[in-house]
């Protein structure tokens, strides 16, 4: 499975912004409902939340320390 | 070509106008459209049209003398693109570039002034709409200037960060942003100026930090 961003249906007012600004084809407004197609595609690069206006897209993140030691010391 | 009134309304400096009015002023626009990727106004041009965004989103940027983008906002439905060199007579102090399919009106410089005159309530507007612009763009100058926003981004990247192994919180730019009392923008730069550091990597839905050390440096730098 794919992890996508995701989108809370309750805040989005369906202005579509998200849709015109995904280059991966992973938004797509069906019957007037904003749906997201899992895609390998996506990169992450959040510009969907970015242009959300009501916060209902959202990227997030995942915070993790790596532990190897630094190569060039 | 049909300019749309619900679209202008949408602008806040015509958002006062009954639909009687913008019905009459509607002649003066025209409409431009771009794709993804197309610059509709570079920094450091002159300016004759004001343009403001119809349907679409484009990213309002600036360019340093080092070819480094800084996004400095986002412009949805409604938002003007260059309404600082239209009113001041200079040059574009920042780029537009679409974001995906954009829809612009623009109506020309001369035009407006008209359009001003006979409407004279849309000069108080729009110092409304400058000033709070202004307020916006004096908050964003604070955070970009001060290496304390630096700090509390990275504070949070170290109070979030789990080991790989068990499941950890995640956050958005935008949570981040709330956090750190800023714009998402500012989270943005911040994390793209760590990624530069070399301290992290920003990988799909993950952020990586691969040099604690100097994370925690930046925190007691920035106390
Ligand atoms: S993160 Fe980028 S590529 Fe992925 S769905 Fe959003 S806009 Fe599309
Ligand atoms: S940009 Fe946000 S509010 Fe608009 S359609 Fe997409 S999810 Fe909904």
Known sequence: MTEMPSIDKKKCNRCGLCVSVCGCGAIVMVNNVVTIIETEDCHWCTTCEAVCPTGALTCSFEIVIEESPKTDS | MTINIAFLKLAAYFAVLSNAELDVIKQAFSEKTFQRGEVILWEGEMSDVLFFVAVGAVKIFKTSSQGKEQILS??????????????????????????????????????????????????????????????????????????????????ILLTHAGDGGGPVQRLTQQEMAAMAGTAREVVARSLKALEEQGYIRLENHRIVINDKESLQKILTDTI
């Open chain 2, 74 to 155: 986002i412009a949805r439905p409604g938002d003007a693109l260059n309404d600082i060199s239209i009113f001041d007579g200079k040059t574009n102090p920042v780029s537009a570039q679409a974001l995906g399919p954009v829809t612009i009106y623009g109506i020309k410089r001369e035009r407006l002034q008209i359009v001003f005159q006979q409407n004279p309530e849309l000069t108080l507007n729009a110092i409304k709409v400058l000033a709070e612009r202004t307020r916006h763009l004096f908050t964003l100058v604070e955070d970009l200037s001060f290496r304390h926003v630096l700090g509390r981004v990275v504070k």
